[in-house]
């Protein structure tokens, strides 16, 4: 049974810090997702990864896959205060596009 | 183009009611998804559909069916609600077809349902 952990749950960080969100999955997962959710609102997707070494990076964010490790990473460079929301990685299991969803991290990022 | 909807945005329902969520999808895709999302426990899938007219369980389907008549809906009913089933729904869809993309599932606004 595929399960999903992402730590930390909680994370401040200071404007301007680096920081990484872990994520562990038990099982052979197809692919990987991030999303980013703020408060009252829905999911939005942040990066799809597909393949060991996949690596993708939008603005002041970067996630890596490491399928051997079964880890994947969210990097966060030189934190803004627009990057405070919720960030969830999910891992595929089946052919049938299942996620299976970590319970998110909580970023807030400080002046 | 108005990607997935949900609707009721808020209900309140009393223990023992009924009542059924309707999600649309306008891309054409064929897998749609059901999914509660409670504090603290992320986002969690009760049943999913790889196309018309089929449905399967999730992780926690028990106290909801499910119907897939369209391809553009997918309903998620509640026969007798259960204050346990307070929570936030979302729903999902995404498509089988590679050129489309890979496989990335596009969520509706979000349902969110108080039992008392």
């Known amino acids: ?111 | 183009n108005a990607g997935v909807t949900q609707t009721p945005k808020f209900r309140v329902l009393k223990t023992g009611q009924s009542m059924t969520l309707l999600c649309a999808q306008d891309m054409n895709h064929e897998y749609m998804y059901w999914y509660r999302q409670d504090p603290g426990m992320g986002l969690r899938l009760i049943h999913y559909s790889v196309g018309e007219g089929t449905t399967a369980k999730g992780e926690v389907p028990d106290g909801y069916n499910v119907s897939r008549l369209k391809k553009q809906n997918f309903l998620l009913g509640l026969e007798s609600a259960a204050p346990s089933q307070t929570s936030v729904y979302f729903c999902a869809s995404s498509s089988l077809i590679l050129l489309a993309g890979p496989y990335e599932q596009y969520f509706g606004p979000g349902t969110r349902l108080t039992v008392t």
Request: glycine letters at 8%; proline letters at 3%.
């Open chain 1, 1 to 111: 049974e595929l399960k999903v952990e992402q730590n930390p749950l909680f994370l401040s960080m200071q404007e301007g810090k680096n920081y990484t969100i872990y994520c562990n999955y038990s099982t052979t997962s197809d692919r990987l997702y991030w999303y980013r959710q703020d408060p009252g609102k829905s999911l939005e997707s942040l990066f799809v990864l597909l393949s060991n070494g996949a690596v993708k990076q939008e603005g002041r964010l970067m996630a890596s896959l490491d399928t051997k490790a079964r880890l994947s990473t969210l990097h966060i460079t030189a934190a803004v205060h627009d990057l405070s929301a919720t960030y969830f990685c999910a891992a595929e299991g089946g052919a049938t596009n299942k996620l299976i969803f970590g319970t998110g991290t909580l970023l807030a990022v400080q002046p």
